[in-house]
């Protein structure tokens, strides 16, 4: 799965990555810990020139008031699902990502938290669906992550991953129609991601910081815990 995001670039270097102007509402802010609820920052397939920030949680169209909404979809089902199926068929996104966090469960043990990133690359994309719920009062555009099964580096920290996108394929997801988008579905093919321990500093939605991405340092892990 994919439960907690960040997306830290200068806006410049992410606008020339992705070729896209931002037209977010109040700027631009670095985030470090970006959870669901929250925005993502994502690229729509009907405004592949610009950055838009959509709700983290995709919003069942049949709700009576706003909720958090699904923050992933299989996407090995995601045709199947009514919640998804006219986002699957005709609205894919890019999910912006400076790297995404996931837990390990060692023995049973406290989960270790890992960040995972593309190595070289100010930031990468990964494949979502967006959609637009409509209330009484209010309209709420949102968006939910694909997540697929893992690949050799994520193997040994979850079971699913979020499907990140080579960047030649970017392009290609968001112009793919409805029988296309299962063949680009696939665990990340490359071996230029990496991953590495962090503190549980992320564990706190709060902790939105520089301090988040650090890698752990093991002789003094545990001495961040008593710190907010």
């Known amino acids: 799965m994919c439960g907690r995001n960040s997306l830290f670039v200068e806006q410049g270097d992410l606008e020339a990555r992705f070729d896209a102007e931002l037209v977010t509402d109040g700027g631009y802010t670095p985030r470090y810990n970006i959870a669901p609820a929250d925005d993502l920052h994502i690229i729509t397939n009907e405004a592949s020139n610009e950055i838009d920030r959509y709700h983290w949680g995709l919003i069942p169209f049949w709700a009576d008031e706003s909720v958090e909404g699904i923050i992933n979809a299989r996407s090995e089902t995601a045709d199947e699902k009514r919640v998804f199926e006219q986002a699957w068929e005709s609205r894919p996104c890019l999910v912006l990502s400076s790297g995404f966090y996931e837990w390990k469960s060692p023995n049973s043990e406290m989960k270790q938290p890992y960040r995972i990133h593309r190595e070289d690359d100010p ?106």
């Open 123 to 228: 930031a990468i994309a990964m494949a979502g669906l967006w959609d637009v719920w409509e209330g009484d009062d209010e309209t709420i555009s949102c968006v939910t992550i694909l997540t697929t099964e893992p690949n050799d580096l994520m193997n040994s920290i979850h079971d699913r991953m979020p499907v990140v996108l080579p960047q030649d394929a970017e392009s290609d997801w968001l112009a793919a129609d409805s029988d296309t988008p299962k063949e680009l579905c696939q665990p990340y093919p490359k071996d230029d991601l990496d991953a590495y321990e962090i503190s549980t500093r992320v564990n706190n939605p709060g902790n939105d910081d520089p301090q988040v991405i650090e890698p752990l340092d093991h002789e003094q892990s545990g001495l961040g815990e008593f710190s907010s």
